[in-house]
C-alpha cells in the first residue's frame, strides 16, 4: 500500500513539474496580459518575468512590466523597465511618455521635462505632451513656460474638462492664462463665439479648482509682459538682430496684450509695416548692387526709383533713413518673418486679423 501511495505522489510531482515545464514564454507573457487587464499587478508582474526568464525579450514586455510596477507604486522599479524598453526600441514614443510620467510621481521634473520634450519632437501634435511638461514646469515654479505649454496644448486640440482637479493654485492660473488670453483679444476682435467658448472653459477650470477670475486676471496682468518676453527670446535664439528691434517688438506686443485698445492693435500694425518696409528696401538695395556689379545699368536705376517711395515711407513712420542704394543697409532677415510668427504664436486670430 505505502508503494502505491509513493509511486501516485511521485507521478503527481512529474506530471505537475511537466506542466509547468510546459508553459512557455509567450503562454507567460499572455497569462501576465490577462492579470494586468483585470488590475491583479502583482501576479502580472510575477508572469512578465517568468517569460522574461525564458528569454522573452521584446520591448513590450517590459514596457508592461513597467506599468504594473507603476500603479503599485514601485517607481524606481517602473523607471528601469522603462529604461530597458527603450534601449531596446528608443523610436516607440509610448516608452517615453510612461517613463516621463513615472519621474514626475517621484517628482524628478527635470528628467520629466526631458522625456515629454522628445515626445513633443517626434510628435509635434500630440497635446497631452505638452499639458503633460506643463505641469513638470509649474511644479519646478517656472510658471511662464507652463503657461507656454499650456497654450500651445490647448490650441493643438486639448480638451480643458480633462485638466485634473487638485493641482497647485499656481499651475491651474498658468493653464487658465491662455483661456484668459483668448478671451480678452477675441473680444476686442470681435469674435463673439470664441470668446463664449473660452468663457465656459474658464468657468468651469476655474469652478472645480476653487480659483476665482479675479485672481486669474491679477495672474495674467502680472505675468504676460513675462511670458512674451519669453516667448521673443525663443523667437530670436540664435538670430542676429538688432537688440533695439527686439525691444521695440516686445514692447508693442506686450502693450496690446495687457491692454488690447484700437489704438495699441494699430501699433502692432504699424510696426508690422515698418519691420516690412525696412526688409523691402533691403532687398531692393541688395538687388541694386549686384545689377550694378553685373554691370546692368538700366535695371540698377530702375532699382532705385522702386525703392524711393518706400524710403519716404519708412522715414515718415520712423525718422530712420536708408537711402536707395545704401550700402549700410540692416541685413536682419528674421525681423519681419519673427514678428508675424511671435503673433501666431499668441494669438493665432490676432495675426490673421494684422
Not at 283 to 298: E, L, P, T, V
Request: charged share 25%; hydrophobic share 40%; aromatic share 14%.
Amino acid at each position: 500500500m505505502k508503494k502505491i501511495v509513493v509511486v501516485a505522489i511521485f507521478l503527481f510531482i512529474v506530471v505537475v513539474s511537466g506542466a509547468f515545464g510546459q508553459t512557455t514564454a509567450d503562454e507567460w507573457y499572455k497569462k501576465a496580459d490577462e492579470y494586468r487587464k483585470i488590475g491583479d499587478y502583482k501576479n502580472a508582474i510575477t508572469s512578465y518575468s517568468e517569460a522574461i526568464k525564458q528569454n522573452y525579450s521584446k520591448a513590450a514586455i517590459y514596457r508592461y512590466r513597467g506599468e504594473c510596477y507603476f500603479e503599485i507604486k514601485n517607481y524606481n522599479a517602473a523607471i528601469a523597465d522603462y529604461n530597458t524598453a527603450i534601449e531596446k526600441a528608443p523610436n516607440v514614443t509610448p516608452f517615453y511618455i510612461f517613463r516621463a510620467n513615472t519621474y514626475y510621481q517621484i517628482k524628478n521634473y527635470d528628467a520629466a521635462i526631458a522625456d515629454f520634450t522628445t515626445v513633443i519632437d517626434k510628435m509635434p501634435n500630440f497635446s497631452d505632451a505638452y499639458i503633460s511638461r506643463g505641469d513638470s514646469y509649474g511644479a519646478k515654479g517656472i510658471y511662464l513656460k507652463a503657461v507656454a505649454d499650456y497654450k500651445t496644448g490647448i490650441e493643438k486640440g486639448y480638451d480643458p474638462d480633462k485638466f485634473e482637479v487638485g493641482k497647485p493654485k499656481n499651475i491651474v492660473m498658468s493653464f487658465c492664462m491662455p483661456l484668459y488670453m483668448e478671451i480678452i483679444v477675441n473680444h476686442f476682435l470681435g469674435k463673439s463665439d470664441i470668446v463664449t467658448k473660452y468663457e465656459n472653459l474658464l468657468k468651469t477650470i476655474c469652478d472645480k479648482n476653487k480659483v476665482t477670475r479675479a485672481e486669474i486676471e491679477a495672474f495674467y496682468r502680472d505675468n504676460i509682459r513675462g511670458l512674451i518676453a519669453v516667448v521673443v527670446d525663443e523667437e530670436f535664439k540664435g538670430k542676429e538682430v538688432r537688440a533695439s528691434t527686439k525691444v521695440e517688438i516686445q514692447k508693442v506686443i506686450s502693450d496690446f496684450f495687457i491692454s488690447p485698445t484700437q489704438s495699441n492693435f494699430n501699433a502692432l500694425k504699424t510696426e508690422k509695416e515698418i519691420l516690412m518696409l525696412r526688409k523691402e528696401i533691403n532687398d531692393y538695395n541688395m538687388a541694386f548692387f549686384i545689377s550694378a556689379g553685373m554691370g546692368k545699368r538700366s535695371e540698377a536705376e530702375t532699382l532705385l526709383k522702386e525703392v524711393t517711395p518706400l524710403s519716404d515711407r519708412l522715414k515718415s513712420l520712423t525718422g530712420e533713413v536708408i537711402k536707395p542704394g545704401d550700402q549700410n543697409f540692416f541685413r536682419e532677415e528674421y525681423e519681419y518673418s519673427s514678428f508675424s510668427h511671435i503673433l501666431s504664436l499668441l494669438n493665432y486670430e490676432l495675426a490673421n486679423n494684422m
